[in-house]
């Protein structure tokens, strides 16, 4: 199943004016790959919203469990707050849909 995550923070814990978050940040880059593999998650993308202070990743893992464990594991939440949301492709959403009786 695919998860997307957003994570976002405030100007003061931003790698580009706290130097502390940034080399939390460029360790735990490093770190990413590993731990990803470890707890069965294949990162599909993860992208920076440079001005606006958000984070975005679109990962598939077995469970939303996993993707949790992933946002400690990380540290990401340490200096993020994180919203994951599970999704559907589109076209396991159509056939959600056409089961459905519409309504208007």
């Not at 396991?92 to 056409?98: F, I």
Request: hydrophobic share 45%.
């Amino acid at each position: 199943m695919q998860y997307v995550m957003i994570a976002t923070h405030t100007p003061e814990l931003c790698p580009t004016s706290n130097g502390k978050i940034r080399e939390i940040m460029r360790q735990g880059a490093k770190a990413l790959p590993g731990i990803a593999k470890r707890l069965g998650i294949d990162i599909v993308t993860l992208n920076v919203f440079g001005p606006d202070h958000i984070v975005l990743a679109v990962v598939e893992a077995k469970d939303i469990e996993a993707v949790r464990d992933f946002t400690f594991e990380s540290g990401l939440i340490q200096w993020n707050t994180i919203k994951i949301h599970p999704t559907y492709k589109l076209e396991d959403a159509l056939a959600r849909a056409d089961k459905m009786q519409a309504i208007f």
